[in-house]
C-alpha cells in the first residue's frame, strides 16, 4: 500500500484547508486511516482516524469540533477538512493506515500501529 498526502499549504488564522491522502495498492479501502501531524521539536501526534467504513471516528482534542476526517473508498482517499485553523496547527500532517487487529480504544492514536505512512504535507498557518 503507498499513501500520499497533499493540500497542505500557507494559511491565515481562521482559514481552512482540506488534506487528502491517496491510497493505492493492497486493500487500504477496508482499512482504517489516521491523520497525525509533527509540529518542529515536538513527537508526531494523532489527530483524527476513521473507521474503514467510515462510521467511526475520532478526534484529538485539540481539533474536535475544527476538522472533520472522512472518507472515500471509491475514489480511494481519505479526506480531513481543517476549518478555523490556529497557529499552533502548523505542522507536517501525515496519513497512516492502521494495521491493529481491532480499531478502538487508545491504540487507534498510537504511532506504532500505523503503518504505512504517506509522505506529509506542510501546512503553516500565520497568526
Known amino acids: 500500500v503507498q499513501l500520499q498526502a497533499s493540500g497542505g499549504g500557507l494559511v491565515q488564522a481562521g482559514d481552512s484547508l482540506r488534506l487528502s491522502c491517496k491510497f493505492s495498492?493492497?486493500?487500504?479501502?477496508?482499512?482504517?486511516m489516521g491523520w497525525f501531524r509533527q509540529a518542529p521539536g515536538k513527537e508526531r501526534e494523532f489527530v483524527a482516524g476513521i473507521s474503514w467504513t467510515g462510521s467511526r471516528k475520532y478526534y484529538a482534542d485539540s481539533v474536535k469540533g475544527r476538522f472533520t476526517v472522512s472518507r472515500d473508498n471509491a475514489e480511494n482517499t481519505v479526506y480531513l477538512q481543517m476549518n478555523n485553523l490556529e497557529p499552533e496547527d502548523t505542522a507536517i500532517y501525515y496519513c497512516a493506515l492502521y494495521h491493529g487487529l481491532y480499531y478502538g480504544g487508545d491504540t487507534i492514536r498510537e504511532t506504532k500501529t500505523y503503518n504505512p505512512w504517506g509522505q506529509g504535507t506542510q501546512v503553516t498557518v500565520s497568526s
Open positions: 495498492g493492497g486493500s487500504a479501502s477496508s482499512a482504517a
